[in-house]
């Protein structure tokens, strides 16, 4: 079946541009959650949703990012006004549900953001 | 704050070997822990979950946990070239509402033909 699926898998954006990442998960798939990973490192969490509710986002490293997911299904991350910082890959992964038998996470392939 | 250590190698196997991959973890809470295969440019695949102390076996891997120790590791038997990879290491956060996964920074495994 159908994978997590995320676009565009690569962004180059001047710094002070604003960017927006999709992220279109496993139907059926509950929870959503959003990463960012920078080279060299593991991913690191910054925002979870369960359905529409965002429930978490504790991760997000400013004000200046902002992330949805208005009807439970496909969710967007946007960052505003981007900063050199935020160059890494922006990873997004869905699970079932909470659970403890069906909280695998399975990721998307990525979007590669480079902020010139 | 909640860690996740591993060693980030290379680690160097020949052909054939067995690779023995290691994680230790900071929070006595966590209950679930998951191994992912990261290829150079790719996402996270996940490869193994395991909640309970002891083994768990797929095909040529087996993951251990121990709970105590606050140690699981990734067992590759008869090692293949395409076994190069990092492995992330990631434990399951079950504070507050969030699931979310807290990963160590990888090892790089290099299987030498």
């Known amino acids: 079946g159908a994978g997590v699926s995320q676009s565009p898998r690569y962004k180059v954006a001047k710094r002070g541009q604003d960017v927006a990442l999709r992220c279109d998960p496993i139907s059926g798939h509950v929870s959503l959650f959003w990463y960012q990973q920078a080279l060299g490192q593991g991913p690191e969490f910054l925002t979870y949703f369960q359905n529409e509710a965002q429930l978490d986002k504790s991760g997000l490293p400013s004000d200046r990012f902002f992330a949805e997911r208005p009807e439970g299904s496909v969710s967007t991350l946007k960052i505003q006004r981007t900063q050199q910082e935020d160059s890494a890959v922006y990873l997004c992964?869905?699970?079932?549900?909470?659970?403890?038998?069906?909280?695998?996470?399975?990721f998307g392939p990525g979007t590669r953001l480079t902020v010139t | 704050q909640k860690e996740v250590e591993q060693n980030s190698g290379p680690l160097s196997v020949p052909e054939g070997a067995i690779a023995s991959l290691n994680c230790t973890y900071s929070?006595?809470?966590?209950?679930?822990f998951f191994w992912y295969r990261q290829y150079s440019g790719k996402s996270p695949e996940l490869i193994m979950s395991?909640?309970?102390?002891g083994d768990k076996e797929d095909g040529r891997f087996t993951a251990q946990l121990n709970k105590a120790s606050q140690y699981v590791s990734l067992l590759i038997r008869d090692s293949q070239p395409s076994d190069s990879a990092t492995y992330l290491c990631a434990s399951q956060d079950y504070g507050g509402a969030t699931n979310k996964l807290i990963f160590g920074t990888g090892t790089l495994l290099a299987v030498q033909p």
């Open positions: 395991i909640y309970s102390n």
């Open positions: 929070d006595r809470g966590s209950q679930s």
């Open positions: 992964a869905s699970s079932l549900s909470k659970g403890a038998a069906s909280n695998e996470q399975y």
